[in-house]
């Protein structure tokens, strides 16, 4: 007999997708165990035995994981397909990574700068869990002089839907021409969460790049391409508890 696992772990072994991803494909009717359709959480497979399909595509679990941070750029979104036929993420890999790799979390359309990828649902769990709070910076360019008393708000928190943020480092780095850069750097990954923030006190961003996430750093990767992770880059997250 094969290891028996939950579904969503199985399908975030196979690469197809993270935990929470494979939770919401499920949901979607999109998951077959044995021929049977499956909507319901929690239901438990056995590797090796059960059949699973995705999308009527048999699911495998994978032996090799693969480890990336892409330089991405404006105007690619960040799933692996689009409804509206938009390039993504992917057309800027599959030439070079040949097996199936998901993005690790989300950048806006506008927004560019570093994003992991990976085939390890685990893994990019870890990633993204708020529990895990994985600093990420940014430099944003913003309309409008930031002033201090906004500057002091984005530090302490601003309320989002009824729940405040958690403090951020920011640091306005220049100004000119009635626009402000900033570093800013946050512990949570909240939908548009920095360009938010911004609106939030009168200065929308007109620009955005995430400069690392962790230990991560973009570096001098040129936009558009991408690179393996270093072992203690990967295992920084590993370690996370």
Not at 141 to 153: C, D, H, P, Y
Not at 186 to 211: C, D, S, T, Y
Not at 222 to 235: D, F, K, V
Request: hydrophobic share 35%.
């Amino acid at each position: 007999m094969g290891d028996i696992v939950r579904l969503q772990k199985y399908i975030a072994m196979s690469g197809a997708a993270s935990r929470r991803g494979a939770e919401q494909l499920i949901e979607e009717g999109r998951v077959k165990v044995n021929g049977e359709l499956i909507r319901e959480q929690g239901v438990k497979v056995e590797i090796g035995c059960d059949t699973v399909e995705l999308d009527g595509v048999v699911l495998k679990i994978k032996d090799k994981k693969i480890y990336i941070a892409l330089n991405k750029p404006v105007g690619y979104v960040t799933t692996v397909k689009d409804q509206f036929d938009r390039p993504t993420v992917m057309d800027l890999v599959k030439r070079e990574i040949h097996t199936r790799v998901f993005p690790v979390g989300r950048l806006d359309y506008e927004t560019e700068g570093l994003l992991l990828m990976t085939n390890d649902g685990d893994w990019a769990n870890k990633v993204t869990h708020p529990k895990f709070e994985s600093s990420k910076k940014y430099y944003a360019v913003l309309k409008g002089v930031l002033t201090i008393n906004s500057l002091n708000k984005i530090r302490r928190g601003i309320y989002l839907d009824g729940r405040k943020t958690a403090p951020a480092e920011c640091e306005i780095l220049e100004i000119e021409n009635n626009m402000t850069l900033v570093e800013i750097t946050i512990h949570e990954g909240r939908n548009r969460q920095v360009r938010r923030m911004f609106e939030a006190v009168g200065n929308p961003v007109k620009a955005l790049k995430r400069e690392s996430i962790g230990i991560v750093e973009l570096g001098n990767l040129p936009e558009g391409r991408w690179r393996y992770l270093t072992s203690s880059e990967i295992s920084y997250f590993d370690k996370k508890k």
